[in-house]
């Protein structure tokens, strides 16, 4: 804005500071800048372009300093009155559709018939205010059409709500910390819509602790709170929005833990059993399973005959994808869950329990539709060849590992006798391809009394070695079987591979801690590609996973692409298009195997939490390291680390202590372990 004639020394001006109007006397006035006093009694100089579009009145250049002061005041008082009766919201009625923008002047045309200096700094003030309806834009106001105008109004409202949120919330999440630490502090009382706010931000916090949404919104109201990465998750308790234990890995995975996740799909579940039955054959096969006596969900079975040239094995594999609709809402919510959890407090299933535990499960006395694959084996074990197909069998028993077991210790004869032979000749040649077997306890983690807060044990599951080995070696049998299948056929398939370097002395059954602890260090992660490579540890050139497809989607995969090119029906997905599900598939393999990892590990570092003040834990020195020894405590299935000093001077490989636990988080999964005794 150039010099105005108004601009002289003795006029009352107006200018911008802190997004404020302040009124000011022009003192002197020397090119592009001026020299003023302002209502605070303060002496600024500004660039003319500063002075807002309305200026007056003109005063005695020579007034005192006192008069100025009173001056300014006076018409400074005048100005405020005058806004607070100046109807911004009508002015914008009659202005809008009319002029994009006008310089002030023309507004005051609108309300006043002469307007004075006062009138026009007032309404000036009021426009400058209304930031809803009105841009200025020097020396103009634009005029915002309509929904521009309804768009910052919502924007407005979103703002204040913020900010009383933000103001409330400070005050309320310090108080549910003061009570986490079980410190005494008022905590005052949400209205509905704020505790829905504070709730969702809690709740986001502590299922997506990286949100950007919320990210700046949590940083303002945890202001003066502890950095802690677990500080939504006690506050939630704190409320008591979320229990003691809460399953926070849960949320984090989106996995719907509660059986009625599948209600929705009642409809579609009937009707894909109804699909079925319509191709019900008479079974091919008379099958037994073996399995835990607690499990549900069914999923493998077989029948075996021995004779002098060696064995005929039929292996039954639960088939779930039978008439699947692929892509429908029910084939999305089972791929989001993508397996199965088995935790200390329950199991959930991937499949709705009306298909995994029920109709699809290879429950005694039923007739189910099953990939069914015949081995011919030599007397010696070694694999001459196999057909799979789809076909209906009967399942004749379901027996257990414990049964299976003791049948086997005392001599059983016949189809149990001749499937611990074939096992332990089918383990042998996997030995002879360097697999890896740890032989290893199975520790249990049970929950006992109140749900909110249970007892933590541990239980060993019996011993079942024999059984156990019959179970695993016909499912990998059946595994490598179809991954060579699917080479031969050009199926794609999803395989399961490890393709690293073992040393050759690795290969073997394994049940010391230090050799399963040496061994483990060199192994690596198996991964999920569409490209058959190597397993390493399992001793298999090509290894598509195919024998849980009640439990796991990667397996209902393979089975859907084996039964589309057995029988011609169904989808049947080419490399490329299975290669472009594969990072989905990927991404929920490792959310929901996080789950099935870290809960388990939870509730044992809870149980040394319970037990610490009264209990010793034996354990074997592993890695004696330099400062940190690693110890084994094989019967919970957990190393740990500890100072080298505790020890004493001279510990060595093997080595057994017993110890003595202090300090225990088991949200963060850190065990401190304070003293050692050599056991003789």
């Known amino acids: 804005m150039s010099t105005s004639p108004t601009l002289q020394p003795g006029c009352i001006m107006e200018f911008l500071q802190d997004n404020q109007p302040v009124t ?71 202005a809008q559709g009319e002029v994009d923008e006008a310089e002030i002047g023309w507004f005051a045309s ?161 009707a894909q059993k109804q699909r079925v039955l319509q191709g019900r054959q008479e079974p091919m096969a008379e099958i037994v399973t073996i399995d835990s006596a607690t499990t549900q969900d069914i999923d493998d079975g077989f029948e075996l005959t021995r004779g002098e040239d060696g064995f005929r094995l039929r292996l039954a594999l639960a088939c779930p994808c039978l008439e699947w609709e692929f892509g429908s809402p029910l084939d999305r919510a089972v791929q989001h869950r993508f397996s199965s959890l088995y935790l200390p407090e329950g199991t959930s299933h991937m499949l709705p329990e009306e298909l995994g535990t029920r109709f699809f499960s290879l429950n005694a006395g039923q007739d189910l539709p099953a990939l069914v694959i015949t081995f011919d084996l030599s007397p010696e074990g070694d694999l001459r060849g196999f057909a799979p197909e ?36 089918l383990r042998q040649a996997r030995i002879c391809e360097h697999a890896v077997i740890m032989d290893q306890p199975d520790p249990r983690v049970v929950l006992e009394g109140d749900p909110a807060n249970p007892q933590v044990g541990i239980a060993q599951s019996p011993s079942t070695p024999e059984a156990q080995t019959i179970v695993s070696e016909f499912m990998i049998l059946a595994n490598k079987a179809m991954g060579a299948w699917g080479l031969e056929t050009g199926t794609a398939l999803l395989y399961r591979t490890q393709n690293i370097t073992l040393p050759a002395e690795s290969a073997g059954v394994w049940s010391e801690p230090t050799d399963i602890y040496r061994i483990i260090n060199n192994m690596g992660p ?37 039964a589309a090119r057995l029988t011609g029906q169904g989808r049947l997905l080419s490399q490329s298009e299975l290669e472009s599900l594969l990072p989905v598939l990927s991404s929920r393999a490792e959310l929901v195997g996080q789950v099935q990892r870290m809960r388990p590990r939870y509730w044992k570092y809870e149980y040394f939490r319970q037990n610490f003040k009264k209990m010793r834990w034996s354990g074997v020195i592993v890695d004696p390291g330099s400062v940190l020894v690693t110890i084994a405590l094989p019967e ?11 020890f004493g001077d001279k510990i060595r490989l093997g080595q057994r202590f017993s110890i003595r636990i202090g300090k225990v988080d088991p949200l963060n999964n850190e065990i401190r372990t304070v003293e050692a005794w050599e056991e003789e």
């Open 24 to 94: 000011a006397w022009v003192l002197d006035v020397q090119g592009p800048r001026l020299r003023v006093f302002t209502a605070g009694q303060r002496e600024l100089k500004l660039p003319v372009s500063r002075a807002l579009p309305w200026t007056g009145p003109q005063c005695a250049a020579g007034s005192s300093r006192q008069d100025m002061l009173d001056l300014l005041r006076t018409h400074n008082g005048r100005r405020e009155r005058l806004a607070e009766a100046v109807d911004a919201l009508e002015i914008w009625d009659l």
């Open 636 to 646: 919970l299935q957990l190393f740990l680390k500890a100072p080298r000093k505790i």
């Open 390 to 425: 789809i076909a209906w069998v009967r399942v004749a028993a379901n027996l257990t590992y414990s049964g299976v077991e003791t049948d086997i210790a005392e001599g059983a004869s016949g189809m149990l006798r001749d499937a611990r032979d074939l096992a332990h000749l």
């Open 526 to 562: 198996s991964i999920l590609e569409c490209e058959p490579r190597r397993h390493a540890t399992i001793g298999a050139k090509a290894y598509a996973p195919v024998t849980s497809p009640l439990r796991r989607y990667s397996d209902f995969i393979n089975m859907a692409q084996i």
């Open 110 to 270: 609108l309300v006043f018939e002469d307007p004075n200096p006062d009138q026009m700094a007032a309404l000036g003030r009021k426009l400058l205010q209304t930031k809803t309806h009105f841009k200025f834009s020097p020396p103009a106001f634009e005029i915002y059409p309509q929904e521009t105008v309804e768009r910052r109004q919502e924007e407005l409202r979103r703002a204040q709500e913020r900010e009383r949120l933000v103001g409330f919330g400070q005050v309320f999440l310090k108080g549910l910390w003061d009570a986490f630490c079980k410190r005494r502090s008022a905590l005052p009382e949400p209205d509905e819509e704020q505790t829905a706010r504070i709730r969702d931000l809690l709740m986001t916090r502590l299922c997506n602790p990286d949100d950007r949404d919320s990210d700046a919104l949590w940083k303002t109201m945890t202001q003066g709170l502890p950095e802690e990465p677990h500080l939504a998750l006690f506050l939630a308790q704190a409320w008591g929005i979320v229990p003691a234990h809460f399953n926070f890995h849960l949320c984090r995975a989106q996995y719907d833990w509660e059986p009625d996740w599948a209600t929705p799909f009642a409809g579609a579940v009937e």
